[in-house]
């Protein structure tokens, strides 16, 4: 057994933390502890006087959710109660589908929630499914991720067995690929096709799922309902700015002491979310925020921001699915950035032309910048290349991928230019610091 | 000229590549220089989604002619036209 934080069910005070409340590190929160810790499911057929915030009806939770100001947490940032609305809204019987497929090397939060506290996120997908009237809901993860799929299906299992959702959730593993988390190819792998992007419209609102009206969110944005369902929209804005309240769950990794996913209120400095993690455990250079396709922000610029949506796109970087990696001054910024875009590169779906082709010459001149040094013309062939490769593609790869670079060579003008004049620095020998994928880890096909 | 006689002040027309179907033909480029351009592989690069109305004609046997179907002209008229 382990220690938990709260013994008996209470509406617990606005702190932090909420959706860890009852994690701890090699611990699994089973259903009854669970519903110990957080009370019992709120709705009519599971606990009638359950759910006071929002008297039971699909409507007033949608209400509820659209006052709380909870925002997706996969990377857009976007309203979660207008998105439920427009699927609650749009014609013939919806689909829910929660994405937890969890693509980016650099985070870890979605897993964790998944392997930790996995009846959060299944409250959350019966709670939306309640909310746009869906009678078909999915939990989408990795298949390659076999033990993560095992326990799901377990807690699924136990779930079942007390009839604790109307609409029982499917658990369903996707090809492990980097693109294959978008959620126009979620929706085409449940279709029976290819887990690769498709070309919008229609969105997955409006058309998904066999045609229907689907709704996808992100895991964790599902766990964040499970709790304003049960406590309101007040509670969940009892901390945060009120532009973008609440809490959320950030993988901070490189150069800091205890690496790891940590809920923090929203609105925390970047400062403060190092701190938590242990303080730096080399001399900072600069801070990669958003993951792969977010953004380089000088260390000194990157230190006071606030973790949310606006504060970080007002700086040039991006809050993506909440990561903050440290790059220390012993790194090289231009072999991580071409290490990582290489590894994009190949997880592309080739589908478009300009990602197909722009993106291995984008990654061959990134390389050679870093490990072979420039003759003074490589930085101007990347700056070319970019404006070939943006807003080109039928999904965000390309664009992400683009945004990634073109921080680099911004914040680090002075090191791309000194590698094209004079070779590679020395920080190119240290260890890897990004996470990559190992080959024989990646999964190659797309069905 | 012809294309003058479908776009008035009150209607306009955006042109839209799908990138997946296009596999880079450059047809579109050739009937319709004026707008499209081709990038170093081939692929098209609009200049301007909106399609000037000298040239209405022109975007539309480019869209016919294209044979993958992957561009995609748009009625883009604002409610009050």
Known sequence: ?????????????????????????????????????????????VSPRQGRTWRQQPSRLIEVVERSGL?????????????????????????????????????????????????????GITLAAYAVGADEAHLVVHGNEAELMDSLEDAAADREALGVDP????????????????????????????????????????????????????????????????????????????????????????????????????????????????????????????????????????????????????????????????????????????RVVSYLTEESAGQCGPCMFGLPALADALIELAYEGGWGRTVRTIAALLPLIEQRGACRHPDGVTQLVRSALTTFAADARWHDQHGPCYGVSRAPLLPVPADEEREWGWT | MAGMRAAGPDVSYRLRVNPIACTGHGVCAELLPEVIELDPWGYPILLSPDVPASVLDH?????????????LM???TGPQG
């Open chain 1, 167 to 338: 609409v029982p959730i499917q658990i369903t593993g996707i090809p492990g690929r980097y693109v294959s988390s978008e959620q126009s190819s979620i929706i085409q792998y449940l279709n029976g096709g290819p887990a690769k992007p498709t070309f919008s419209p229609p969105r997955p609102h409006e058309r998904g799922v066999r045609g229907r009206p689907t709704l996808v969110n992100n895991v964790e944005t599902l766990a964040h309902l499970a709790l304003i369902a049960r406590y309101g929209d007040g509670w969940f804005r009892g901390i945060g700015p009120p532009a973008e309240p609440g809490s959320a769950l950030i993988t901070v990794g490189g150069a800091v002491n205890r690496p790891g996913v940590y809920e923090i209120e929203m609105g925390t400095p970047i400062s403060q979310v190092v701190t938590l993690a242990g303080g730096l455990s080399e001399r900072l250079q600069a801070v990669l925020v958003g993951g792969y396709f977010g953004a380089w922000l000088p260390a000194d610029l990157a230190w006071p921001v606030p973790m949310t949506h606006p504060d970080l796109r007002a700086v040039g970087g991006a809050m993506g699915a909440g990561m903050v990696t440290a790059l220390p001054i012993s790194s090289c910024a231009l072999a991580e950035t071409a």
């Open chain 2, 74 to 76: 748009e009625d883009v």
């Open chain 1, 71 to 123: 925002t997706g947490r996969g990377g857009a940032g976007f309203p979660a109660g207008r998105k439920m609305r427009s699927v609650a809204a749009a014609r013939g019987r919806a689909v829910v589908v929660a994405n937890g497929a969890e693509s980016e090397p650099a985070s870890c939060k979605d897993r964790l929630l998944l392997t930790r506290a996995p009846h959060l996120v299944l409250d």
């Open chain 1, 1 to 45: 057994m382990t220690s938990i934080a709260l013994s008996a069910y209470r509406a617990p005070e606005l702190r932090l933390p909420r959706l860890l409340a009852g994690v701890s590190y090699h611990h699994l929160t089973g259903l009854s502890e669970h519903e110990q810790l957080y009370g019992p499911l709120p709705l009519p057929a």
């Open chain 2, 59 to 71: 975007a539309r046997r480019a869209v016919d002619a294209c044979p993958t179907l992957a561009l």
